[in-house]
Every structure is written in C-alpha cells, then in structure tokens.
C-alpha cells in the first residue's frame, strides 16, 4: 500500500478532500498507475526511434492535388461579405 504521507501529500497537492474510503480506492489506484509504469520500464525501448507503431509501409494517403472551391460559390450563402472573404462579428475587445 502507498505510504499515507505520501497520500496526504497528493491530497493536498491536488486540492482534494477525501473521506477515508475515497482514500483507500485512491490509494489503490495509485499504486495501480505505479505498477503500470513499472511495467512500462520493462519493454525494451533501445534502438532506433519510430515515427508511428505500424513498421513499414504506411497507411497514409496519398496527397492528390486537386482544384479547390471557387470563392464565389463559397461565398454566396455567406450572411454577410467583405473583399471576397466573410464577415464575421468581432469576438476580440481590446
């Protein structure tokens, strides 16, 4: 079990106020999370590093380059517009 200087630690680190059971459950989870990690230590991690857990090819698509929406189209439902772009309230006060 967690040492409880260490739960009242992370108690008050963590703003919290338990009850004694909620400590308990707290303190199990605790120690889960550190097992967990443990655990984590044990895969072997030397090596060469990876840019996704899939080796080899990737599943990614294919970039395409294609003709994109014409301004107007976009813009004729738009509430309002202002130079070829929509207008939108301003949301920033100085």
């Known amino acids: 079990m967690i ?17 004694p059971c909620e400590e308990e459950k707290f303190g199990e989870d605790i120690e889960k999370i550190i097992y ?3 655990k984590l230590k044990e ?3 030397e ?8 080796m080899g090819s990737s599943n990614l698509r294919k970039d395409e380059i ?3 929406l014409n301004r107007e189209d976009m813009l ?3 509430v309002e517009k202002e130079d070829g772009y929509f207008k939108v309230p301003c949301s920033i006060k100085e």
């Open 36 to 38: 967990y990690m443990d």
């Open 43 to 45: 895969i072997p991690s």
């Open 3 to 19: 040492d409880t200087r260490v739960l009242k630690n992370l108690e008050e680190l963590s703003r919290l106020e338990l009850t």
């Open 47 to 54: 090596g060469e590093e990876l840019s996704h857990i899939f």
């Open 76 to 78: 004729k439902n738009a």
């Open 66 to 68: 294609y003709p994109s």
